[in-house]
């Protein structure tokens, strides 16, 4: 095999109100929307497209690991523990349900949020080495 995966260009995330859930994510983490109907928006933030897809309720994209955990699918990068600082005090301004910065054991610093449905999300205060090289540029 020649070829490689080089990216992830959409994620998937379970909503049960497109409406409120689009709303909620361009006010609250700043996401652009591209496109909306009943079943589905599509979203352009965090150098992606994530699409938010009408489902049933109890529905998330979260998952029990084998400890009986729930865990997140999705880890957003900052560049840096101030960074990670901020962005969970605006978040917690902001009324979004936040965990607490968190030491896992390795490089940097984390905290999960929620959105309307529950879906769990990671950020960490740790940007990719090939993204910093390939989109940051040092003023």
């Known amino acids: 095999m020649s070829e490689k995966l080089l990216r992830v260009g959409t994620t998937y995330i379970p ?3 497109v409406e409120l859930s689009a709303e909620w994510y361009v006010n609250k983490l700043g996401a652009e929307l591209s496109y909306k109907d009943e079943d589905k928006a599509i979203l352009n933030f965090a150098n992606q497209s994530i699409f938010l897809v009408k489902s049933n309720e109890k529905q998330s994209s979260n998952f029990i690991d084998i400890y009986g955990e729930e865990r997140f699918s999705l880890t957003f990068e900052v560049n840096g523990v101030k960074a990670l600082e901020a962005i969970h005090r605006d978040f917690r301004e902001s009324k979004i349900r936040v965990g607490e910065i968190e030491n896992r054991g390795h ?33």
């Open 107 to 139: 490089a940097g610093r984390n905290f999960v949020f929620y959105d309307l449905d529950g879906n769990k999300f990671d950020v960490w205060s740790e940007l990719s080495p090939i993204f910093k090289d390939k989109y940051l540029t040092s003023n």
């Open 15 to 17: 909503v049960t109100n």
